[in-house]
């Protein structure tokens, strides 16, 4: 069964940093291309990044470039996104995607 | 305002049919393929449909997919109530080299 769960969300002020890890399991995670995609509170789905399946590949959304990081270790079937310089407009429900499944996502609140 | 476009809200009685478009340009869908993502109330996003037409295991034949141009459409048959959810095209930007998701649209089972 595919599983892909993500943890490290939480309240965190304005300039601040998170990082999100994702675990996945129930498929061959190296095979497959992994992203991020965030749902801000009653809004549509936004893609944030994705990387390859080797890591060698990293694409990001312009209002994240600069600010976060996609990674990946395919030793512990894992995604991670860190997030630095956080802003308001950054909370959202951040989901690990791939083709296989979606996570249950990890609320993510920039507030002071 | 997103560079898919699809319609807000969409609405049909039980067993009918009702059909979710979806446009985009040639940098998008013109030259990659479409899925289509089903998020019931409260949930995770599910994938229906992958490379236009392509139906995930599980899937039931009720939803298809198909795309023309810089434009594709998914098709729900047989509504039922518990098809209620918000329905989102998605494809690769390949100018943008940003993955895309459409504003999504509301299906209302009268």
């Known amino acids: 069964e595919v599983q892909v769960v993500e943890s490290g969300g939480g309240l965190v002020q304005p300039g601040g940093s998170l990082r999100l890890s994702c675990a996945a399991s129930g498929f061959i995670f190296s095979n497959f291309l992994m992203s991020w995609v965030r749902q801000a509170p009653g809004k549509g789905l936004e893609w944030v990044a994705g990387?390859?399946?080797?890591?060698?590949?990293?694409f990001y959304v312009d209002s994240v470039k600069g600010r976060f990081t996609i990674s990946r270790d395919n030793a512990k079937d894992s995604l991670y996104l860190q997030m630095n310089s956080l802003r308001a407009e950054d909370t959202a429900v951040y989901y690990c995607?791939?083709?296989?499944?979606w996570g249950q996502g990890t609320l993510v609140t920039v507030s002071s | 305002q997103s560079v898919l476009t699809q319609p807000p809200s969409v609405s049909a009685a039980p067993a009918q049919k009702v059909t979710i478009s979806c446009s985009g340009s040639s940098s998008n869908i013109g030259n990659n393929y479409v899925s289509w993502f089903q998020q019931l109330p409260g949930t995770a996003p599910k994938r229906l449909i992958y490379?236009?037409?392509k139906r995930p295991s599980g899937i039931p034949d009720r939803f298809s997919g198909s795309k023309s141009g810089t434009s594709a459409t998914l098709d729900i048959t047989g509504l039922q109530t518990g098809d209620e959810a918000d329905y989102y095209c998605g494809t690769w930007d390949s100018s943008l080299n940003i993955w895309l998701f459409g504003g999504g649209t509301k299906l209302t089972v009268l």
């Open positions: 995607a791939t083709d296989e499944g």
């Open positions: 490379e236009n037409h």
């Open positions: 990387i390859n399946q080797d890591g060698s590949g990293k």
